[in-house]
Each structure stands twice: as C-alpha cells, then as structure tokens.
C-alpha cells in the first residue's frame, strides 16, 4: 500500500528523475577533450618534426534546459505492499460462506430460545412420567408361590370353597359342596406312610371338602396340603406314587353324611400335583361303592375339574395374583389312579 506524507519530516526516500530535478549551472569552462595531463613530469627528449594541427575549438557551452514545475515526490513506507483484493468469484463465494454461517448461527440461537420458553411454560405436575412402574401399574403384583417365607398367609377354608356350589370353568356344571375342613394336621387327610411322609416334609395345613359331582354318580375330596417350600412338595409327590404301589398308605375320603360314607369305604381313584409348595389332590369314589373301571372318563374328567381347573388355575392362581413376583403354573402330573382300601 502506497502512503502519500504531508511532511517532509516524514519522507525517507526519493526517487528522482532524471530530467524532473533542476538543472545545476556550469561552474567554468569545460576541460579541454583528450588525456589529462600526467601528474609526473614527462623525461626531456629530442623534439621531431610534427605536423601542426589547427588549435581545437572551444566546446560549445550548453544551455540551460527549460525549467519543469517540481514533481510531487513519491514515498514508500516500510511496511511491505499487499497485493490489491482479486473480485469477482472469489469475493462473491466469501460473501455466501458467511452469510450461511451467519444464518446457522440465528437458527441455533432461535431453536434454543424456544426450548428455554418451552421449559419454563411447562407445568411439571401435568408432565406424564414414562416409567416401567407406571406401565405395570395396570398389571396386579404376583406371589412367589415356591415357599411359605414368601407365601405366608395359611389357607383357608372360605378362600379354597367359598360357597355351596363349586363351578369349575365357564359353561361347567355346578359341583355340590357337601362339607368343607381346615386344620394344622396334614395327618387326617392321609394314612399310613403317606400321613408320616406329609408330616415328615413339614406340612402345618390342609384345606379339604367333599362333593357331589353334576351327574350325581360320584362323590370327590379333594384338597391343598401346606408343604415348606416346593422342593419338600416335589418329594412327597414323587413319594406318594410308591407307597400306593406298596399299598402302604393312601388318602382318606373325608364322609359328609350317611350319604357319603361310599368315599371312605370304597375303592376309589386319586390324582395329585404340585405347584409350589402347595400338593393338590382328589379321590373320587362312586356313590354306589361299585368299583371304578380302568380308563372311565367320567372319572378322570373329575379328577381335571378339582385339580387343575379349581384348585391350580382358580385358587392357586388367585393367591399368586395377590402377592409381587410372577410364579408360572406348574403342568399337572397327570391323573395318578390309585386305589384306595376302605377302613
């Protein structure tokens, strides 16, 4: 960049021209053209015959040249001169980068004032909290069914039987409730090993009723033992199965009547499983006292009703439904027949 100084204090360098300067006048006479003469003395010698030369002409004087107004000088700062700015594209393209920017910039100021306002309009106490737990809200807490410390509450008889008649699935014939017993000992509802191996494994319960089934023809006992957790359940049930073999024990048909005295005496057939520390059973008899022919369907259809759909998917499922985990229904064993000796 070129900087023009008003004082001459300022200025450091000239560049004159040579014509621009004012002329200096001529001081004397031009010396003569040719050689100077030596400043050491030239030795003596003997003089020739030269040819004499007309005397040299004076050299003109040159005149003055006319006078030019003085020029304005010309100055030049130290600091090294910038190449000027190139326009056109490369000047344009600057322009559109920062313009882009600029507007990215406002966006983002404005796209944060909106979530500051929005904030603050915001009523937390109307806010919907997305959690887990309120999605499970809708949802009843489950009961660990596998042991007594998680399930302790004792059964009873109203929760098992709550009425005179029992209807075991939608569209189900109505069982009759004939009599109904709760008690600590486990003793009663069985003989023989069968009561000692219930006692031994820490049964401290068992709900029982007997009923009349829809056709009339049968009566049933069936029940829950309270064992102490399930591993003592699964013991007793794959227990049971060899004592009945044996003939060592049995479960007692519990009499409700005269009536009734066919499901203690009588030869009868008895399912049972186990889902958590709870053992389900029955044994159905037939009201006659006749003896139950192998594969009879009336009879196992009895036995699904009081264990699986009453006791397993009603009561037991109930209870579990009340309590906080989730206890998956165990499949049933199967409908164990065995017969059972009258007194």
């Known amino acids: 960049m070129v900087y023009r100084y008003e004082s001459d204090e300022d200025a450091f360098l000239e560049y004159p021209d040579d014509a621009s300067g004012p002329s200096v006048p001529s001081a004397g006479p031009q010396p003569p053209a040719g050689p100077s003469p030596s400043r050491f003395p030239t030795p003596s010698l003997p003089r020739t015959t030269r040819t004499a030369l007309p005397p040299a002409e004076p050299a003109p004087v040159s ?43 406002l966006a983002l100021c404005g796209l944060g004032a909106a979530a500051l306002v929005n904030e603050r309009d915001t009523d937390p106490r109307t806010t919907p909290t997305e959690q887990p737990a309120a999605a499970g809200s809708t949802e009843p807490d489950r009961q660990d069914l596998d042991s007594r410390d998680t399930d302790q ?152 009703d009081m264990i699986e759909l009453h006791l397993n998917q009603g009561v037991l499922e109930r209870r579990a439904a009340g309590g906080t985990t989730v206890q998956p229904t165990e499949e049933a064993t199967g409908s164990q027949e065995g017969e059972s000796a009258g007194d």
């Open 63 to 105: 005149s003055p040249p006319p006078e030019q107004p003085p020029r304005t000088p010309v100055y030049a700062s130290a600091v090294p001169m910038e190449p000027p700015a190139r326009s056109g594209g490369g000047r344009m393209w600057q322009v559109v980068v920062g313009g882009a920017a600029v507007l990215v910039l």
């Open 153 to 304: 509450a004792p059964l009873t008889a109203k929760e098992v039987f709550p009425g005179q008649q029992l209807v075991p699935g939608d569209g189900e014939a109505p069982y009759r409730v004939l009599k109904t017993h709760s008690g600590g000992s486990c003793a009663v509802a069985a003989t023989g090993e069968v009561a000692e191996l219930l006692v031994r494994l820490g049964c401290n319960q068992v709900v029982r009723a007997t009923l009349r089934s829809p056709d009339g023809e049968h009566l049933v006992t069936t029940g829950l033992f309270n064992l102490t957790d399930r591993a003592s359940a699964e013991r007793a049930r794959d227990r049971i199965r060899q004592i009945l073999d044996d003939r060592q024990g049995r479960f007692r048909g519990m009499v409700a009547d005269e009536e009734t005295e066919a499901i203690g005496t009588a030869p009868a057939r008895v399912g049972w499983q186990v889902r958590g520390h709870y053992l389900a059973y029955a044994l159905v008899a037939r009201v006659d006292g006749e003896t139950i022919r192998s594969g009879d369907t009336a009879v196992r259809e009895v036995l699904f």
